[in-house]
């Protein structure tokens, strides 16, 4: 007799899982996101034949007594993409890689195989959206060779497990998450519960067999990767491939990596020959107007283990309506109400009644705060109409109290901006070199009001 099927009601958006429906997810606040999954009565015991799910508990081990040698790293043969992951594929490691429709995924990824694929290392490309002749036609833009790329059509787990077992490959591509299923979950490819129990089933193949896995993932319309948020706990690192404002750039951001430092940023330009590295990303966020304007200022930012300049722009103008806007793009609104209130209370600017518009060029999101200095000086430069010169650039935190605090890695963002042919630099007075860069010339600023008067003699 067969036992009787049971429901649940799990959130699409964050997998919360709930006893009976409700139009709102009480976990991340989504309406209409919590759907009907039938479980089974009872499901098999899933074992895998190398590894992964068995009936015996693992061996307890000594911390001391695990093996290292395991734990090398495999360079995809495109230096910026090895830069995010932390220098390179390491053994065992789950990599789940994010993006839009049209970003570039499954390119980016089938260029690395096929260069892994030259080294002599064994490769498996599983597809279960796209056929096979239409991965072999990209591979055939791409100017790729394909005698040593092995593919499958597939989209059950245990399937693909079984035929790894057979052909022991040291990397897996699986395009995409989404669309593969675990036979012994009762519920539509795609969903929640499928989602997750296929990630988790690859992830420990993964683990027990030494092979690196990975994984395509959809995103959503607000670019955030689709499906239940232990997809993001399960992987061992996470990275999101995006497009800039020019829509030739791509940018390739870890947003979680065990490997490596997260917040790493990788940046490609995509033509005909597919997804190419940009060795100087700098210079393609600077591509700035031949005659200067006003509100227009470069800062350094550090991203990574890297610095990158980038040119932020303010407008400031008149109030149209009875409430002015403050809208910023690439930071945070709060941040930028709060350098307002500084700039009023220490720097005796007050703008309460003009709307402020800030940006930063090229699409960069900017998450630390050596910013802050360059945020201010660009809106005072377009409320005051005065034109930064071309060669001068500004960092540094702003606090509370109008002080300029400085920031990490304040002398090789010197040196960086340097090499780019600028000559003047306004820092923090704790960030001042002690030796003299060639061809720089530093002004170091302890408080707002000293940046403020550099600025009335420009």
Known sequence: MNKKTKTAYVCDDCGADYPRWNGQCVSCGAWNTIKEVRLGAAKQDRTLRSGG????????????????????????GIGEFDRVLGGGV????????????????????????????????????VSGEESLQQIAERA?????????????????????CDVVDEIKPQILVIDSIQVMYDQNTDSAPGSVSQVRESASYLTQYAKKNNVSVFMVGHVTKDQSLAG???????????????????????????????????????????DSGGLKEVKNPSAMFLNRAEKPSSGSVVTVLWEGT??????????VTDCQYGNPRRLAVGFDQNR?????????????????????????????KVTETSSDLAIVIGIVSSLKDRIIPHDMFFFGELGLNGEIRPVANGFARLNDAAKHGFKQAVIPKANAPKKP??????????????????????
Not at 141 to 158: C, D, F, H, K
Not at 248 to 262: E, M, P, Q, T, W
Not at 340 to 363: C, K, M, Q
């Open 53 to 76: 799910y068995t009936g015996s508990r693992a061996p307890v081990q000594w911390l001391s007594a695990v093996d290292l040698a395991q734990s090398v790293r495999l360079s995809t």
């Open 90 to 125: 390491v053994t065992g490691s789950v990599i789940l890689i994010g993006g839009a429709p049209g970003a570039g995924k499954s390119t980016i990824l089938l260029q690395a195989i096929a260069h892994m694929a030259q080294r002599a290392i064994g490769v498996l490309y």
């Open 140 to 160: 055939h833009r791409l100017g790729l060779s394909g005698n040593q790329i092995r593919m499958l059509a597939e989209t059950s787990v245990q399937n693909i």
């Open 228 to 270: 239940p948020m232990t997809l993001s706990h399960i992987v061992d690192t996470q990275v999101i491939l995006s497009s800039t404002d020019d829509a030739r750039f791509r940018v390739l951001r870890a947003d979680k990596n065990r490997f490596g430092s997260i917040g790493e940023l990788g940046f490609f330009a995509m």
């Open 306 to 315: 890297r610095p990158l300049l980038v040119e932020i722009q303010a407008l």
């Open 336 to 364: 930028l109400a709060m350098l307002l209130a500084v700039l009023a209370r220490h720097g005796g600017i007050f703008t309460a009644s003009d709307e402020i518009y800030a940006n930063v060029v090229g699409g960069i």
């Open 437 to 458: 860069i060639p061809g720089l010339q530093i002004h170091a600023v302890a408080h707002l009001a000293d940046a403020l008067a550099l600025l009335a003699d420009v």
